[in-house]
């Protein structure tokens, strides 16, 4: 049973335009989201994360939003740029856990010229 | 600042064949360590955790094992791999037990 779900597989935007990932999930007991950027072969690299008690956080050309009643998020990046080209991950965190983070199956991002 | 390493990048080895991949951390202490695993076409899953010095949570069931040796260090083994270990395996360290920070990782075929 997948608790953290990135319904889309892949994902392509034109260059300058904006991307928006989105990823649903079923554990109300999640207290912190995160979001991860994954290159092939190398480790996740972390982008962004949100806490339960926010809806908003925003750094840079990154915004996670968080919707609690429709247990949903998304990360907006804008303006996109070929390199943000990757996987990205949505991950959560179960209240009390040691920081034992539930990932979601990724979107491919493509950003095209 | 701090720094995970892990290694080897890459390992091929035989079925029935023993593992020992290893992560170390720079410049923290007493840090929460992982060891994650991204089978092809899957997301991450924990398959350790640690809060500290010989303390060692399992979150699957397998034919894997951790340990945690010293406060940086952390240890994935196994006594006979399977076909079905293969995959990519990741080491990361929390500072909080929010954030992870994860290593390069180890791309890992049972052959």
């Known amino acids: 049973d997948q608790q953290v779900k990135q319904n889309s597989p892949s994902l392509s935007v034109q260059e300058g335009r904006i991307s928006i990932l989105n990823c649903d999930y079923t554990n109300s007991m999640f207290d912190y989201f995160l979001w991860y950027k994954k290159y092939p072969a190398e480790g996740p690299t972390f982008l962004i994360s949100?806490?339960?008690?926010?809806d908003k956080n925003e750094d840079g050309r990154f915004t996670v939003f968080l919707n609690k009643s429709a247990k949903h998020l998304s990360l907006h990046i804008v303006p996109s740029q070929p390199g943000d080209s990757a996987v990205y991950f949505c991950?959560?965190?179960?209240?009390?856990?040691?920081?034992?983070?539930?990932f979601g199956k990724g979107t491919k991002l493509s950003v095209k010229p | 600042s701090q720094t995970i390493h892990q290694w080897p990048a890459t390992l091929v080895q035989p079925v029935g064949s023993p593992l020992s991949l290893e992560c170390t951390v720079e410049?923290?202490?007493?840090?929460?360590l992982y060891w994650y695993r991204q089978a092809a076409g899957r997301g991450l899953q924990l398959l350790f955790y640690?809060?500290?010095?010989?303390?060692i949570s399992s979150e699957v069931p397998q034919n894997l094992s951790a340990s945690r040796p010293q406060d940086r260090q952390f240890i994935l083994s196994s006594k006979k791999l399977l076909l079905s270990d293969s995959g990519f395996y990741l080491c990361?360290?929390?500072?909080?037990?929010?954030?992870?920070?994860f290593g390069q990782g180890t791309r890992l075929t049972v052959v």
């Open positions: 949100i806490s339960s008690i926010k």
């Open positions: 640690s809060v500290g010095i010989g303390q």
């Open positions: 991950a959560a965190k179960v209240w009390g856990s040691q920081g034992n983070l539930i």
């Open positions: 990361a360290w929390s500072p909080t037990g929010n954030e992870a920070f």
């Open positions: 410049g923290t202490s007493n840090p929460n």
